[in-house]
Structure formats: C-alpha cells, structure tokens
C-alpha cells in the first residue's frame, strides 16, 4: 500500500511537466523534423523589414513597397522531397527557400553570382557568425586593387560587405569561399550581382540565422533552375591587366619647321619653235710631219704652197 502511494505522488508530481511539454510540442509544426526551428513563421503581409538594432548596430528600416512582392519574406507551397531545415537556392528566379515541413517553405529574396561566377551542387552548412569580418580573397583583389586596404579584413559593420550575418558553406570538406550573407546594398537583391556568394537582406539573414543550427544541406540549383548533377564551380575570371601607357606622341611646335615655298610649273611660250642652233664645227687639225721644215705663208687648204 505504501509503494503503491509513493508511485501515484511521483508520477502525480511529473504530470504538470509532462502537460508543460505537450503544449510547447503543440505550438512546433507536427511536420517539423528534429532540425527545425520553433521560430515563429512569418505572417501573411507582415512588414519585416522595420528597423532594429543588434548588438549595438543600427539596421535601418526599408521601404517594402520597393521590394518587390516575390522577393519579400514568406511563407509559400514549396514542392520538395528534401527534408525540414534543408536550404534550396533557386539563382534563375534569385530566390530562396528554407524547408520547414511537408511542401512548406520560407521564401527569401537573394541576389547571386553574375555572369562567370555561378556555381551549382550541394554544400553543408559548417559555421554562422554575427557582423562578420570581411577578407577579400587575392583574385578578388587583383581584380579589384582599391580593395588592398582590406587585406587584413574589414571589421564587421554596417558598410561591411558581409552585413549583419554570414553563413559559411562547405562541399566535400572544402571551403571554396561561398557565403550566405546579409548586405548593406539591398537594392541588388533580385539581381545577379554578387562574386558566387549569395546576398540576403540583412533582416532577412538575421531570420535565417536564426533557425539554422549548423551541418543543413544546402543545393543549389543550376543557372536554369534544375537539380544539379555534382559540384561546378566556375573558374575564376583572369585579373585585367592594365593597358600600357602609349608612347608619347612629339608635338612640334607652329613655325619651328619654315613652311615649304611652292614653286610655279616654268612657263612654255606659245608660238613658232625656236629654230635651234647649229652647234660649232670641231676645228681640224692636219697631223703634219714633224720633220717637214714650217711653212712660210699661211696654209691654203691646209697645204703649204709650193716654194714656201
């Protein structure tokens, strides 16, 4: 009898924690696997992007109706097969959907890599971090140098490239340097804009931050929208190389070279042609004997006169 009453007062004393669990197990979606978060969904037409500040950093508010619709935080009909927590990166239509039950997505606008900087395939999340430190990597500065300055890292800010929050991803254990991360430039959301990693406006990462754990698989689709087939990762664009200078051209100055005189064509006289003349007989000379004695008178036709 008494064991009987100790067993009902102990299992009378755990009744209200059991009733405690069952309620908070009431308010997670019955759908939501382990990874799920019991962060509240957002709600139909709720203005998200109010102003706030986090750890002693203003975010400003934004004007929503410039975002457009399709980019706004939601929840949406997602058809998928993957489970709760899983990340899906669609960069055709610059969107994003965090899995949070059967069919069920969060949907968040996203800008992605421009054109030569599109990657596709399946990473893991493997570290989050708050108002990370920015390091741009060696290409980025080659092809960029102003960005030298931030070679040691630029402190997490709000003009820090990497906003508010930064999720790093990982595929097969390597790092090949793609984020998720907020933005201080929102309105490149819904464009192809970034250097691979993927952009989020920063109410809008400090939401996703906060539901994901850490090792959710993240896909992302091809440029085309399909399920990718293994890892691509593009091939970093070639640094421009600087153009070099032209040789300098010499300029002479105005009247150090005199300009040239043109002379006038010679005239012709029109008229009778000038008779030309007759060009002078050679004069000849009569080889004589040098032994013949010198005539005495003059030479009649080169021949001395007889007797002379």
């Known amino acids: 009898m008494l064991k009987t009453s100790r067993r009902f007062l ?10 405690a669990l069952a309620f908070v197990a009431a308010c997670v979606d019955p759908a939501a696997g382990p990874t799920a978060s019991t962060q509240p969904l957002p709600k139909a037409d709720e203005n998200v992007y109010v102003a706030t500040m986090d750890s002693g950093i203003s975010i400003p508010a934004l004007p929503v109706e410039q975002i457009p619709e399709t980019h706004r935080r939601q929840v949406v009909a997602y058809e998928t097969d993957q489970p709760v927590g ?3 990166i669609n960069p055709k239509s610059r969107l994003l959907y965090y899995v949070v039950g059967k069919n069920k997505a969060i949907r968040y606008g996203i800008s992605v890599g421009r054109a030569g900087f599109e990657w596709s395939g399946e990473a893991i999340v493997a570290e989050k971090k708050p108002w990370p430190t920015w390091t741009p990597p060696k290409e980025m500065i080659a092809r960029d140098p102003k960005l030298a300055k931030w070679e ?17 991803l990982t595929s097969g254990g390597k790092d090949y340097g793609y984020r998720i991360h907020g933005t201080p430039d929102w309105k490149s959301i819904g464009r192809n804009a970034s250097s691979g990693c993927i952009r989020m406006i920063n109410q809008d990462v400090i939401d996703l931050y906060g539901r ?29 190389v600087a153009a070099k200078p032209k040789a300098a051209e010499t300029v002479i100055p105005a009247g150090a070279v005199p300009a040239l005189t043109v002379l006038p064509p010679p005239s012709i006289a029109v008229g009778t042609p000038a008779t030309p003349t007759p060009a002078a007989a050679p004069t000849t000379t009569t080889a004589t004997d040098p032994a013949a004695p010198a005539c005495k008178v003059p030479l009649v036709n080169g021949t001395c006169p007889p007797g002379n």
């Open 10 to 19: 102990r299992h009378a004393a755990l009744t209200p924690a059991l009733l």
């Open 86 to 88: 899983t990340i899906i």
């Open 152 to 168: 040691n890292g630029q402190p997490g800010g709000p003009t820090n490239p990497l906003g508010a929050r930064a999720i790093y």
């Open 212 to 240: 994901i754990q850490g090792g959710e698989k993240v896909i992302v689709l091809t440029a085309s929208g399909e399920m990718p087939k293994g890892l691509y990762i593009p091939k970093p664009p070639a640094p421009k």
